[in-house]
């Protein structure tokens, strides 16, 4: 089942589709569109970029879904998703590759991790993010995943500044380790900012806060992809009310 949505746009009226990515074509098409943002955006260190794509060992074992411009045909949006019998499979989540995460084998339901999440430049506002999300909904239901988890990328361009600014902001509010410890295999550096330095949260992170997500613990130094990744965990009875209409289908 797929969610169709008509966001408004000054240049054009854009009609968007979530769908399922399946096949070596599909896939190609959501690793080429990583590595144009990944790439482009972050100067990421990827694999497979002497074919201009974004390549890992994980992504023959996730399910993969994405958005698709219908006028012009163009994938504007993907993500892919790695449950917990894919996982055991491969020995491991790809989270853990970033952190420690104390107290998963006690999460009490079927987990789902996300991860891989782009948006191309042009598509970036609520109405793709709303059509993605309808898709991945589609996803949780069918699987009666209990928890959907995952890391979210603050860039790291700066120095550390922006998430340093970030984290002081998100541990007021969404810092929660009932059910999760997530400790960084590669902390970020300290720094002495004053506690009024302020910065924009990244869209995806923010949309992940207002879905009713926590964080886990410190950010994690990705230096492949110059971020610091924050892990997020979202319980699915959890869902914030105002925003769970994006989950229409698996509240």
């Given at each position: 089942?797929?969610?169709?949505?008509?966001?408004r746009?000054?240049?054009a009226?854009?009609?968007?589709?979530?769908?399922?990515?399946?096949?070596?074509?599909?896939?190609?098409?959501?690793?080429?569109?990583r590595?144009?943002?990944?790439?482009?955006?972050?100067?990421?260190?990827?694999?497979?970029a002497?074919?201009?794509l974004?390549?890992?060992?994980?992504?023959?074992?996730?399910?993969?879904?994405?958005?698709?411009?219908?006028?012009?045909?163009?994938?504007?949006?993907?993500?892919?998703?790695?449950?917990?019998?894919?996982?055991?499979?491969?020995g491991?989540?790809?989270?853990e590759?970033?952190?420690?995460?104390?107290?998963?084998?006690r999460?009490?339901g079927?987990?789902?991790?996300?991860?891989?999440?782009?948006?191309?430049?042009?598509?970036?506002?609520?109405?793709?993010?709303?059509?993605?999300?309808?898709?991945?909904?589609?996803?949780?239901?069918?699987?009666?995943?209990?928890?959907?988890m995952?890391?979210?990328?603050?860039?790291?361009?700066?120095?550390?500044?922006?998430?340093?600014?970030?984290?002081?902001?998100?541990?007021?509010?969404?810092?929660?380790?009932?059910y999760?410890?997530?400790?960084?295999?590669?902390?970020?550096?300290?720094?002495?900012?004053?506690?009024?330095?302020?910065?924009?949260?990244?869209?995806?992170?923010?949309?992940?806060?207002?879905?009713?997500?926590?964080?886990?613990?410190?950010?994690?130094?990705?230096?492949?992809?110059?971020?610091?990744?924050v892990?997020?965990?979202?319980?699915?009875?959890?869902?914030?009310?105002?925003?769970?209409?994006h989950?229409?289908?698996?509240?």
């Amino acid at each position: 089942m797929s969610d169709i949505a008509r966001p408004r746009d000054t240049r054009a009226e854009r009609c968007l589709q979530a769908e399922r990515l399946i096949g070596p074509a599909a896939l190609r098409e959501a690793q080429a569109l990583r590595f144009r943002v990944f790439s482009g955006e972050f100067n990421a260190t990827l694999k497979g970029a002497e074919h201009s794509l974004d390549v890992d060992a994980y992504d023959a074992h996730c399910a993969h879904i994405g958005v698709r411009d219908l006028a012009t045909g163009a994938l504007v949006a993907t993500t892919r998703l790695l449950d917990h019998h894919a996982a055991k499979r491969l020995g491991r989540f790809y989270s853990e590759e970033e952190f420690n995460l104390d107290g998963l084998a006690r999460l009490q339901g079927p987990v789902l991790e996300i991860g891989r999440t782009c948006v191309d430049a042009a598509y970036r506002n609520g109405g793709t993010i709303a059509v993605l999300w309808g898709e991945l909904a589609e996803v949780l239901n069918e699987g009666g995943y209990r928890y959907l988890m995952g890391c979210a990328s603050i860039p790291m361009q700066d120095g550390g500044v922006q998430a340093q600014a970030i984290m002081q902001r998100l541990r007021e509010r969404y810092l929660c380790n009932e059910y999760l410890r997530a400790e960084p295999r590669t902390p970020l550096p300290q720094l002495d900012l004053p506690g009024n330095v302020i910065a924009d949260v990244p869209p995806l992170l923010k949309a992940y806060m207002r879905l009713g997500a926590k964080i886990c613990g410190e950010p994690c130094w990705d230096a492949d992809f110059q971020v610091a990744d924050v892990f997020i965990l979202l319980k699915r009875d959890e869902l914030c009310p105002r925003y769970a209409r994006h989950f229409k289908a698996a509240v």
